[in-house]
């Protein structure tokens, strides 16, 4: 199960990815038919809901990726104590356990799912904005230049809605120049369309804009999803590493007459048990040295 964290460089999902993220301050909102929509054909279930708020959790620093425990290291853990006769307190916190494992392959299916969809709107995100500047774009003011005036006013408010930024991932700004470009173009349309651009040219531009639109609130929206998904895979996590300290506190002392099982369960806990932070040292003025 991949995991996609927050705030370790192997880790990416979480609140990363930040140009992902960005909707327009104005257009078609995230929760829009539009948007829904597009999410709603990726996949043939797309019944997942942010999960953040009901997990009732208070925030808490991420387990680092390298020690966060996966399903199959807390499942190794669980199989391990089953195959053991269990004394009765420990049959809570196995069981406890088991709900932890379950809920973390939940989550990580989810995180799994929707990064897979954002890559697929990633894709087609790109694909739509060369679409937008390449063909309906190019082809509108190519045909205004050999027909407006050069230095009439219409000329140059084209030219100046046409900018298009560097950055070819800033949408916004992509649709704000074809916005403007319709806009610049409208007084023309029967000679544009007469010379060769169609009846339908504004139209098909206006169109694609938002098309584009709506692509970067799918997009918006499934990052929401992957990020509630990961922070329902961090408390799980949180979750495994204190049931398995605590299991090891319990199980430990029964393993004392059999050496061999007790290095079976050394190694098994290992990777199962994140280190404890370390300690900072205290410098002479009583306070801790990253503080001095």
Known sequence: MAVYGSSHPSCAGGSGNATAGNGFRGGIPRNSPAVLSLVEGLVTDATFRPVAPLLG????????CEHRPDSPTLRRVHDFLNAEARPEPLATPIRDLAGVIGRLETFGARQEEHHRRMQL?????????????GVHMRAIILAARAILPRESQDAIALEHAARLPRYKADYEQIVLAARGVAATTEPYRDQLAAAGLGPDFLTNLLAAADSLVALVGARALELERRIAATEGVETEARRGVALTRFLDVLVRPTLEGNPSRLVEWER????????????LPVAPGGESARAA
Do not use: D, N, S, Y
């Open 121 to 133: 709107l990633t894709t087609q995100l790109q694909a739509q904005g060369r679409r937008v500047r």
């Open 268 to 279: 098994v806990i290992r990777r199962a048990r994140p280190p404890q932070p370390a300690e």
């Open 57 to 64: 959790a208070p925030p808490r620093a991420p387990v680092p």
